[in-house]
């Protein structure tokens, strides 16, 4: 395209339409010529006007203003949320169509008229609303009706219990005695975790074999609730020697039983490190077709190691162990 300067519009000549003596103007017209919108040719379709309110992208669209609060008499959220917008309808698959998205704090969505189901999530915390959109803009609230809940745990004594070695689930209460579903597992200690209002089943594991704490918690909507759980329990260090002061014997597989006749854990390796609650245990290590054991006794926050000595007045019988 050449740009002529406004100075010279004037001087810019339009292609003119050659009209045969004593006819009329051909229908098509020529190469350049100007066409006015309100008379087009034959066969040629009208122009769509873009400013016209059909032809518009956004014509029929109505804007949805969503926010979100933790209750209905708090203030609405500003981070944390994930929106999402489906159409109540179920596709092929039986699914909701997922139509639009939108994370952080209060969402702004531009939708035709219409019926949609809005769900919004704030951490495991979440509400739906079905929401009908008409020929106007439209403010929702939803009400999430949530709470956090921050966990921890220590021993009897007070003291701190190493991170690397505790871990709390969150379960639903079932009342019933059915089954409970899992909602958060593996969490670490002092993490908050968003939840709906409710009681919860709550899981501390203090290492992986039987320092186990159940308690059932309560979350308040707009709240956060700490709770902090007592283990009664001692960090415990496995080795079999030949000699006090020897080095431990590799390829040797432990179990740890205890009064009740039942394993509680089982590992092979030169040292068992391990957590075990409260109580007296028989520790078995096997090594080269070998048996050998020693009773020994769990003192809450007591940590120690614990020597089995590959001695003939500790070897037992297989049998003796069954």
């Known amino acids: 395209m050449r740009v002529v300067p406004g100075a010279q519009f004037d001087k810019l000549q339009l292609p003119k339409i050659s009209v045969p003596e004593g006819g009329t103007p051909d229908n098509t017209p020529p190469t350049g010529a100007i066409m006015s ?13 873009p400013r016209s309110l059909q032809n518009s992208p956004l014509a029929n669209q109505n804007e949805l203003l969503l926010e979100a609060q933790l209750t209905a008499d708090g203030p609405a959220l500003s981070q944390g949320l994930v929106w999402r917008v489906f159409s109540p309808e179920p596709d092929g698959e039986d699914k909701l ?21 809005v769900h ?3 951490g495991r915390a979440g509400a739906t609303k079905r929401i009908t959109v008409r020929n106007a803009s439209r403010h929702e609230k939803l009400i999430l009706d949530a709470g956090g809940l921050k966990l921890s745990a220590k021993l009897p004594d007070g003291k701190e ?5 505790l871990r ?3 379960y639903e209460n079932d009342d019933e005695g059915n089954e409970r579903s899992l909602i958060v597992p593996n969490i670490k200690p002092d993490t908050v975790v968003r939840l709906n209002s409710g009681t919860y089943h709550v899981v501390s594991n203090y290492g992986n074999a039987n320092a186990v704490i159940r ?14 759980v007592e283990h009664n ?7 079999l020697l030949r000699d006090v002061g020897g080095e431990a014997l590799a390829d040797t597989s432990w179990n740890i039983v205890n009064t009740n006749g039942d394993i509680v854990y089982e590992s092979v390796s030169a040292y068992a490190s391990l957590v075990l609650a409260s109580g007296d245990y028989i520790a078995v290590a096997k090594n080269k077709d070998r048996l050998y054991q020693r009773e020994f006794t769990v003192e809450s926050g007591k940590n120690e190691d614990v020597d089995v000595f590959a001695k003939a007045e500790n070897e037992v019988d ?4 069954d």
């Not at 919108?37 to 006007?49: E, L, M, N, Q, S």
């Not at 639009?100 to 219409?114: D, Q």
């Open 215 to 228: 308690a059932e918690i309560v979350v308040s909507a707009g709240k956060l609730t700490e709770a902090t």
């Open 233 to 239: 329990a001692a960090e415990v260090t496995l080795k």
């Open 161 to 165: 219990i190493s991170d690397k070695f």
């Open 318 to 321: 297989s049998d003796q162990v």
């Open 120 to 122: 919004v999530s704030f």
């Open 168 to 170: 709390f689930s969150i």
């Open 37 to 49: 919108p309100a008379t087009p040719a034959a066969g040629i379709t009208p122009y769509a006007d």
């Open 97 to 117: 169509p997922l139509i639009a998205t939108a994370t952080g704090g209060t969402a702004s969505f531009s939708l035709p008229e219409g019926s949609y189901l």
